[in-house]
DNA sequence: GCCTACATATAGAGAGTCTACATATAGCGT
DNA sequence: ACGCTATATGTAGACTCTCTATATGTAGGC
C-alpha cells in the first residue's frame, strides 16, 4: 500500500513519529514501517524533502551527530510542532469522519 | 475543512455517492455535502475534472439531458467501476488503520 | 434589470510525492 | 581484495491531482 493517498498526511506522520524522542530520517522510515505494520513504505526521497520543509516552516530542528563512523541529522519537534501536531491529530478525526460517511454504503434505503 | 487532504479519495468519494443512483455533476457536489454533514465542500474545478478523468478510465458513463430548461451530464458507475469501489473501500480501511496506527499517542511508554 | 440558484467547463497555478540517481561508511562472507 | 547488504543523506525532474479564477448560459424571484 501506498501510491499518493499519503499526499497531505506526510506532516503528521512526521510529527506524530518524533513526539516522544528525537530521530534521524533513516531511523523515522523504520519508525513509520514498524508502527503502521509495515504498510507504509516512505521513500527516501519523499521524507527527506518533507523533513526541510517541515524545519523550514518551524516545526523541527536538526543537529548533525556522527554515530559509528557515520553521520546523522536528528530532527527533534519544536513547541510550534507540538502544537501542529495536536491540530494535525484533530483534522485527522473530522477528515476520516467525512470521508467514513461518504464511503458507508447506504444499501437501497 | 478541505484544503488537499481530499487527493487520492476523490475518486472514493464520486464513486460511492453514484453507487445507488446515477446523478449529474452538481448534484454530486451536493451529496458530497450532505453526506458529509457539510464538510466536503468540492468546487466544480475539482469535481468535473475529475469525473471525465474517471469516466475516460471506463469508471463512468455519462448521457446529456434537459431538465427544466437546464442541460445536465448524468454520470452512471460501470461493472468496472464498481468493482473499483470495492477497492477503494478496501484500501480506505488499511489507509485509516496504518494512519491510525501512527498517528496513536504512546505516551511515555 | 438584477441577483441568486442551477449547471457545466477550462486554463493555469501550485504543491507535494514518486522514481531514479548520486554519494559514502561499516560490516560480513568468501 | 571484492562484492553485497545495511546504514545514511540528499537532489533533479517528472507526474498528477486539486485549487483558484474565469467563462458561459438558463430559470425564477423581486
Redesign the interface.
Known sequence: ?N???????MD??IL??L??RPLHGYAIIEA?QE???G??NVPTGTLYPALRRLERIGYLTSEWATVGGRKRRTYRLTAAGRRQLAG??S??Q??????????T????G
Chains 1, 2 share one sequence.
Open positions: 500500500m501510491s499518493d493517498a499519503l499526499r497531505g498526511h503528521a506522520l506524530s513519529v513526539e516522544d513509520l508502527r503502521s505494520g504498510a507504509l494535525e491529530r483534522a485527522w473530522a477528515f476520516t469522519a467525512a470521508i467514513g460517511s461518504v464511503l454504503p447506504r444499501g437501497a
